[in-house]
């Protein structure tokens, strides 16, 4: 998997936009970006993923650089239920299914 | 539709017994992974199951195994348990193929090792 670097913890307040990115300076040509986070002591739950284009879904954006080697997480208007640990994944094309989870960015939503 | 399922939620364990965990993906996934979190180590992949053969393997002793049922459901066990063992336990479901797609996360066990 193309290692990913996050920062550990962002600040953000309620209603105001998230943004959270992550450096994938290895990544491959054919290898997408996922993101997923977790809630304290739930499973994790999958947010979003792209190849090179933005991509836009209910939950979150993902803005994708033209040289792919970054991407940022935007969750558009934050809530304190957005509290979590989001974590960026680039999983090897063709591997199966195997996420190799660093330590991701832990996001507090403050009034 | 139903999510991922598993049981038990909370389990205790004494030291050197054997512990099977059951999973029971989203209906029509094929693909079952497993995951190991503590507090020291995060989340690690254990292993990957697709169509009843495991796929994929994480860096586990053999005490970790598992296996997948034609139905899809799968269990891990973990024999000679160590203090050490002591996590929340995820299994994660997936339409599977030879394409990443996305995993739909359970709930959870959390095994404690006494």
């Known amino acids: 998997d193309a290692k990913t670097t996050q920062p550990p913890s962002m600040d953000c307040a309620e209603g105001r936009a998230a943004n959270l990115p992550c450096n994938h300076s290895?990544?491959?040509?054919?290898?997408?970006v996922y993101w997923y986070r977790q809630i304290h002591s739930q499973g994790p739950q999958y947010i979003i993923h792209?190849?090179?284009n933005n991509e836009t879904n209910e939950m979150a954006s993902l803005i994708i650089t033209e040289d792919r080697k970054s991407s940022t997480l935007i969750l558009p208007h934050a809530t304190l239920r957005d509290t979590a640990v989001y974590y960026c994944?680039?999983?090897?094309?063709?591997?199966?299914?195997?996420?190799?989870f660093g330590t991701g960015t832990q996001l507090k939503v403050e009034l | 539709k139903a999510g991922v399922t598993q049981t038990p939620r909370y389990l205790i364990k004494t030291r050197g017994q054997q512990v099977t965990l059951s999973c029971s993906p989203i209906?029509?996934?094929?693909?079952v992974s497993w995951y190991q979190q503590t507090p020291g180590q995060g989340l690690q992949f254990l292993f990957e199951?697709?169509?009843?053969?495991?796929?994929n393997k994480g860096n586990f002793p053999g005490r970790f195994s598992g296996r997948q049922f034609s139905n899809s459901r799968s269990e891990m066990n973990v024999s000679t348990l160590e203090l050490g063992d002591s996590a929340l336990y995820l299994c994660?479901?997936?339409?599977?193929?030879?394409?990443?797609?996305?995993?739909?996360f359970g709930q959870g066990t959390r095994l404690t090792v006494v």
């Open positions: 290895t990544i491959s040509g054919n290898e997408y």
């Open positions: 209906s029509g996934h094929r693909s």
């Open positions: 792209g190849l090179k």
């Open positions: 994944i680039v999983p090897l094309t063709g591997g199966g299914n195997k996420l190799t």
């Open positions: 994660a479901s997936s339409l599977g193929g030879t394409m990443n797609t996305e995993a739909f």
């Open positions: 199951y697709f169509s009843e053969t495991q796929r």
